[in-house]
C-alpha cells in the first residue's frame, strides 16, 4: 500500500508522468452540483488530478480527448441480482460495463437459495478479477420460508457470521422477513445480531411498510428499501433517513414517482439511490442497466445533475464505498464520458483508468471462468418425472373432487378457489376448464426428493407446458401445464441441461433457455442468451400467457412471501399464517 | 446488544411504554430538507418513532411538551481541541452541551504533546461516562517537528497504530505536516500506512494549499481541511471532494465566506461541516459553542435548515457515525429544541433521551473526574528558573552586539530582524528598545532541562512579563517579558500551580490562571474560569499587548510550523528550512 501510494502522490504532484491524462472534459461535480471544464488525470488506478483544462506536470503516458463530453463518475448499482440477468457474472459484466454500471452491490439470493455457502464463495470467485466492481450482501433470507419449502441451503446466524467476514463482502442484504424483524422472532433476530454486532449495513425490503411497524422494522436494523411504489410511501421513507432505492427493474419501477417526489423538494436527498434489482436479458439488451436508471430519472424530473448525483455518490456513501461515487483526487479513476448530460449513454468507460468500453461495446477481454460449480449439474432430482408422475390423481373412488386452486388475478393477492372438477381414468380432468392447469414443484437440491402437485387458475398458459429452475426462492423445479406428457418433456429437457427454462407443446420443444450454471445462469453473452429468452417469452405467448412478462409470472408462483396464497415442493401454502392447505376442499 | 434491540423494537411497534415522547414539536428533517409537526418516541436512549403528532401506542412513561418548539439533531463539532478551553473534558462538556453540542471529535494533540500515550488514553478515560459523547482521533504530528523542539512524546507509526486500535478511537487527526504527505517523507508515510491500512477517516490541516500540491496532499491519504479561508481556497477544495469543516474559533472564521459559497451554490454541499478547532473560555461563555457556529452560518446566508444539516447529518456521515446526526429511528435520542430556527438557541437539549440541559444550563451533574494525571505536576524543572538565568548574556568582552530578533508584524509572516543592543555588566539592555523583549523557552517535561532565550519584537508587550505552559505545540514554559525578575516570578508562580498562565509586573501578579491538568486544563468550570482568562487578557492589555486576542499570540511564539520563523526550547528556528539560526548576527 505505502509504495502504491507513494507513486501516486508523485504523480498528483508531478514528479512522474501520469498514466492518463483525460483532456477537454466537462466534469460533472457531484458534491456541489457544478458542471465546468476539467482535465483528469489518473495514475496507478485513481484520480489523482482534477483540475483547469491545462495540465503543466510532465507528458503523460496517455491521452484521452474528451471535448464536447461530460465526465461523470462510473454509476453503482446498490442492489442487484445478478442470477436474474441469467447470465454469468462475467457476461453480466460484460453486458453492463458499456452502459456505464463500474459498480454493482450483489445479492447472490438465488445461487444461495441452491448451493448454499459455494455458490456465495462462487460469486466472489466470479467476481474477483472482472472490471466490474462487485462487493458482495450476504443473502439474509436462505429460504425465505424454512418451514415451507425445501432450498439448496439454510443459513443460520453462524453462516451469516461467517460469510460477513469474507473479503468483499459489505453487508447484509435486503431482509425480506420484515414480520421476523419487526416481530423480533429467534431466527431474525439472531441473523441481524451477527451483523449488527459487526457494524455493516443491512439492507431492507419492505414493502407497504409504513407507522409503527415501519420504524420498528427500521429500529430492528434494516435501513433501506426498494420496494416502495407509491408517493406517500415512497417520501415516508425518505423522511425517516431510509436509504430509498429508486428502481427500474424488469417487474417494476419507483423512478417516475420518485421523479416528482425530487421536483417538489427541489433536490435529490442524500439517502436516495438507485438500483435495478432484478432485469432479464432483453430488457438489459434493449434498454441497457444503470444508464436506463438515470435517464429514466431525467426524464421523471430529476435534473441531470442530481440523477448522476444519486446514481453515485450516494451509493457510494450508502455503501460505504469511500473511495468512489466521484471524480476527485485520490478516488478510484471509474469514469464515464457521455455527450448528452440529459440523455447519458456512455461513449467510453473506464474502470480504474483503463478504458473497458467505447460506443456500448467492451473493448478489453474478460477473464473466461472456469469453476467447478460451473461444470456441475445442479438438477438433483431422484429421477427425472415421468407422465404419470405428474398426473394429479383422485383419492381413490371419488368420481368428481372439490380442489382448492391458487388463483392469480392481475393486481390482487394471490388467491384460492375451490372447484369442482371431474375424474377420469382416477386422474382429475381439467380438459373442460382450460384457464386451469397443473402446477408441479419438484425438490431438486437432492435434499428430499419430494415433490408436489396443485393447480393453479389465471396464469393464460392455454396449452402445452413450461418448466423452470428459475422458481423464486429455493429454485426448485417448476414445471405449469395443461399434460403431463407435455410436462414431463420439459422437466428432462431442463434436466438434462443441468438447469433452464423450457416451453413445450404436442411433445415437442418450442424454446428453450439452458441455464446450466446452478440452474439459474448461463455462460453465453447477452446477445445470445436475449434472444433465446425472447423466443421463450415469444413462445408463451403463443400458448396464451398474457402480457409483456410472463416470466415474471412463472417464477414467482413458488415463492412462499407473496401474499396470499403460494404453491412450493411441499404443497399449497397460506402465506400469511405460514401454514400448507390441504388441496381437497373437504378437508382442513 | 440483542435484547436492548428487541425492547426497542417492542416500544417501536407499541408493545412497551416508549421512555419519552417529544410532544408537538416542529422536525427538521435533515433528510429531505422539510420542516413539519412530528412527536418523537424514545426508547432506550434511541429514537423509536418520528411520525403524526398523535402517538398510537400505550402511555409513554414521560411527555415533554415542544409546542412552538423546532426539533433538530444534537450539533456534531466535527475538530476540537479541548485544550483550548483550558477546561477539563467534564468541565469542558457542561460547558457546550447546554448550546446543543452533543457529539465533538476531539483531537488530543496538546495534552499528547505533554503526556504522550498517557494524555490521550486521559482523554478517553475523561470522557467515558459524560453525557457528551466524545470520539477521538489520533493526533498525527506529536511533536509537530522533532528536529526543532523538545516535547514531552513523540508518536511514531506504533503509537499511532497502537491508538487507533482503541475503543472510541475514529481516524487521524488533522495532519498538518503536508510537507511531509507531499513529499512522502518517512516519518509521515508510515504514520499515514497505519490509519490507510485500518482505512479509518484521516484528517487534514493544509491552510493555502491548491493545484497540484493539494491533490498530492489528498491522494496521499488526508481529505479535509479547516484551515482555508478565501473564496477560491474553499469552493476548490470543496469541489475536490474535500470535507471542508467550516470554523469559527478563537483566532479564525470561515463561515462568513462559505456562506457566499452556499448561497451561490444554492444549497450546503455534503462535504461541508462545521467545527470550533480551538475555543478560549471566554468566547465560549460570551458567544456559545457549535449553536454559535450555526448562528453565524445562517447569518452568512445558509438556509437555516442547510445550517442545520451541516452541522449534524454532514458532520455523522463525515466521520462514519451513522447512528446520529438526524431524527429517525434507529438514531440516538441526541435531540435540541429551540424557539427560533432562524436564530438557534437550545431551550432543552437531550443525550440519549435524557434531558441534560435547559435554558442554556446543565440539568445533571458531571462525574467529577479523579484521574492520576490530574493530580500530576507535569511542570518537570530541573529548578525554577533564577532571574539570572533568563538575563541575556553578551559574549566576553563585547561592548555591544549586533543579535537577530523574532520580528512580529499583523498580518505578515513572522520575520528576523538584526539589532544593536549595548551591554551592560554583561547583560544585553533593552532598556532603549521597549517593542524589543525577552523570550525564553524552558523545557519543562523532564527531558532534556535545556532552554533557549532570544529576543522578540513587536509583541506589544511594553512592561513586565508573561509566562505560560500553554505553547504550541511542545507546550514547554514560554516566558515573555522585559526583566529578568518579573519573568522569573511568573515563571515560578506557574511551576508551583503545575502549569498555567501568569502575568507579573513590577515584582507584583498581576492575575494568573492556574492549568494544573498537563499545564494546558483547569478542574474549574466555565463560569469561574471565564473571568480568570479574561482578566489575565486585560492585564496583558494593560502591559501594552494590543488587539482582542494576546493570548493566540504568546501560546503561539514556539509554533515551530508557522512561517518563516520561531524560538523552541533549542533555539531560533527557520520554520522553512527547518534550522536553526544562531542569535548573534555574525555567526553563521
Known amino acids: 500500500m505505502a509504495q502504491a501510494t507513494s507513486l501516486r502522490v508523485e504523480a498528483a504532484r508531478g514528479d512522474r508522468p501520469l498514466d492518463l491524462l483525460i483532456e477537454g472534459a466537462t466534469l460533472v461535480n457531484v458534491f456541489t452540483r457544478e ?19 491545462t495540465w503543466q506536470g510532465p507528458e503523460p503516458l496517455a491521452r484521452l480527448q474528451a471535448h464536447g463530453k461530460f465526465a461523470l463518475p462510473g454509476f453503482i448499482d446498490t442492489h ?15 453486458a453492463v460495463l458499456p452502459h456505464g ?21 462462487y460469486m466472489l470467485r466470479a467476481t474477483a478479477d472482472l472490471p466490474l466492481r462487485v462487493a458482495l450482501q450476504v443473502p439474509s433470507c436462505v429460504p425465505a420460508v424454512p418451514a415451507l419449502e425445501t432450498a439448496g441451503a439454510e443459513f443460520g446466524p453462524q453462516e451469516i457470521a461467517e460469510m460477513l467476514s469474507w473479503e468483499r463482502v459489505i453487508g447484509l442484504a435486503e431482509v425480506m422477513d420484515y414480520v421476523g424483524v419487526i416481530g423480533q ?36 436494523g434494516p435501513d433501506s428499501d426498494h420496494e416502495g411504489l407509491g408517493y406517500e410511501e415512497l417520501l415516508g421513507k425518505l423522511r425517516l433517513g431510509m436509504a430509498v432505492e429508486a428502481r ?65 455518490l450516494h451509493g457510494a456513501q450508502r455503501h460505504r464505498l469511500y473511495d468512489r461515487g466521484a471524480l476527485a483526487p485520490g478516488k478510484l479513476a ?18 480504474g483508468g483503463q478504458l473497458v468500453a467505447r460506443a456500448g461495446r467492451m473493448v478489453v477481454p474478460l477473464p473466461q471462468a472456469t469453476d467447478d460449480l460451473e461444470r456441475e449439474n445442479t438438477v438433483r432430482l431422484p429421477r427425472p418425472p415421468a407422465a404419470a408422475d405428474l398426473a394429479l390423481r383422485a383419492r381413490p373412488g371419488q368420481q368428481r ?45 437432492g435434499r428430499t426428493g419430494g415433490s408436489s402437485l396443485a393447480l393453479v387458475k389465471g396464469t393464460g398458459l392455454q396449452r402445452g407446458a413450461v418448466a423452470s429452475t428459475v422458481a423464486h426462492d429455493s429454485h426448485n423445479l417448476l414445471i405449469l401445464g395443461h399434460t403431463p406428457g407435455d410436462m414431463a418433456l420439459a422437466a ?54 398474457p402480457g409483456p412478462n410472463p416470466l415474471g409470472t412463472i417464477f414467482g408462483l413458488a415463492l412462499p412471501v407473496i401474499p396470499r396464497y403460494g404453491v412450493t415442493d411441499r404443497g399449497l401454502v397460506d402465506t400469511a399464517t405460514q401454514a400448507f392447505i390441504p388441496l381437497w376442499a373437504d378437508e382442513e
Chains 1, 2 share one sequence.
Open 492 to 545: 428432462a429437457q431442463i434436466a438434462s441441461w443441468g438447469g433452464g427454462l423450457c416451453c413445450v407443446e404436442g411433445g415437442r420443444v418450442l424454446a428453450g433457455v439452458p441455464l446450466p450454471i446452478a440452474g439459474l445462469m448461463s455462460p453465453r453473452p447477452l446477445h445470445e442468451l436475449a434472444p433465446l429468452v425472447d423466443a421463450l417469452g415469444q413462445a408463451l405467448q403463443g400458448l396464451g400467457m
Open 80 to 94: 442487484v441480482h445478478i442470477e436474474s440477468s441469467m447470465m454469468s457474472p462475467a457476461e453480466f459484466a460484460a
Open 248 to 312: 427500474v427493474s424488469s417487474f417494476s419501477e419507483s423512478i417516475t414517482m420518485l421523479g416528482a417526489i425530487v421536483r417538489q423538494l427541489g433536490f435529490a436527498p442524500p439517502n436516495l439511490v438507485m438500483c435495478t434489482d432484478d432485469i432479464f436479458p432483453p430488457d438489459l439488451a434493449r434498454c441497457g442497466h444503470m444508464d436506463h436508471v438515470v435517464r429514466r430519472a431525467i426524464a421523471a424530473g430529476f435534473p441531470p445533475v442530481d440523477a448522476v448525483r444519486t446514481a453515485t
Open 101 to 121: 454500471t463500474t459498480t454493482v452491490v450483489i445479492d447472490p439470493h438465488e445461487v444461495a437459495n441452491v448451493a448454499g455457502l459455494r455458490g456465495v464463495r
Open 334 to 351: 471509474d469514469i464515464l464520458l457521455v455527450s448528452d448530460l440529459s440523455n447519458p449513454r456512455a461513449d467510453e468507460v473506464l474502470v
Open 401 to 445: 373432487e372439490r380442489v382448492r386452486v391458487l388463483s392469480l388475478v392481475p393486481g390482487q393477492p394471490r388467491g384460492l378457489e375451490t372447484i369442482e372438477l371431474p375424474v377420469r381414468d382416477g386422474v382429475l380432468d381439467t380438459s373442460a376448464t382450460p384457464d386451469v392447469c397443473l402446477i408441479a414443484i419438484l425438490e431438486r437440491h
Open 35 to 53: 458542471v465546468y471544464p476539467a482535465d483528469i488525470g489518473i495514475a496507478g488506478g485513481y484520480i489523482v488530478h482534477v483540475g483547469a483544462p
Open 185 to 220: 422472532g429467534e431466527r431474525m433476530r439472531h441473523i441481524l445480531d451477527a451483523a449488527l454486532e459487526r457494524g455493516v449495513v443491512i439492507s431492507g425490503h419492505c414493502p407497504g411498510l409504513s407507522g409503527r411497524e415501519l420504524a420498528a422494522y427500521i429500529v430492528g
